[in-house]
């Protein structure tokens, strides 16, 4: 299956078949030692505009597997600070524009992967994904999503190959995704990203959050056509207990909300009503045996308690595992 020269900015820009055909390349990467390098003789630039560890180690040992050299950059650290905005007087702190970086970038390299979530400060610019796509609108070779305001995708993809190598398969999988209790107002990258993927699989999944907690209404839109065209099914509820009920997955992550975008001292104000939503022991009893699923780093006791994080049925390990392979399957389909 030809994906060269293609962006990956999220999983709803390829098909299921081609998403399958990325998952089966990572599983042989995971158990089978590469005969061949295919990114040898290659470089790829990692641009960091935020704090990474598994994603910067696990990119980074992707691209030297698969033969190539990683170079990364610390944007605004020991890199020129980053301008994304089109049409804008540069007299501010940004040094460079996207546009003239990635155009030099890219006669470096033969891709750039990009790290840049939401600051939580603008919603139209996080909403619109303005940074990521600034890079992919600029750049003359393939860019990775290594997290932007919106998605996640590298993410999904492993959370989905977990699935599959403990379940044998996702089609019709009850996965319940809640929303979590955090000292901090998180962006909603991960949950999006994975409700898209779920749903583009055909995962029957549950939504389960405070009302004052929704995502963004594109998600759950296109989340609702993933399902339509999947066979799968998608539930939006309130009451985490009923959520728990008969799940066989149990995704948890927090994220900020919509209505006080940027402002926290009133977002906190609210959480301290839910502190009781943390997942614990108790909780995935009433599940159907749930596998527990978190994209770490975890705050541990505040969204998910011990007796659940070192559980048998923890799977987040797993999850962090498979962003290598799936990376590695990534970059050699885009690259090669």
Known sequence: MNLKGRHFITTQDFTAPELEFLLARAREFKHTKPSHKPLEGKAVALAFLNPSMRTRLSMELAVQRLGGTPMTLNVGGDSWSLEHRDGV???????????????????????????????????EEDLADAVIMSFKKHSPVPVVNLESAMHHPCQSLADVMTLVEKRGGVRGLKVTITWAPHPKQLPTAVTNSFLLAATQFGCDVTLVHPEQFPLPGRALEAAGRNAAASGGHIRVMHSQPEAFLGAQVVYAKSWGSLAFY????????????????????????DTNDALFMHCLPVRR?????????????????????????????????LIK
């Not at 040094?95 to 750039?112: F, P, Q, W």
């Not at 006791?301 to 590695?328: C, I």
């Open 89 to 123: 007087e540069m007299n501010e702190n940004r040094t460079e524009h996207v546009k003239d970086a990635v155009r030099v970038l890219g006669r470096y390299v033969s891709a750039i992967g990009v790290r840049a979530f939401a600051r939580m400060e603008n919603p």
């Open 262 to 285: 940027g402002e926290w001292e009133k977002e906190k104000e609210i959480r301290r009503n839910y502190t009781n939503w943390i997942v614990d022991e108790r909780k995935m009893r």
């Open 301 to 333: 006791n505040v969204e998910v308690a011990d007796n659940v994080l070192d559980g048998r049925r923890n799977l987040a390990y797993d999850q962090a595992e498979n962003r290598l392979w799936v990376q590695m399957a990534i970059l050699e389909a």
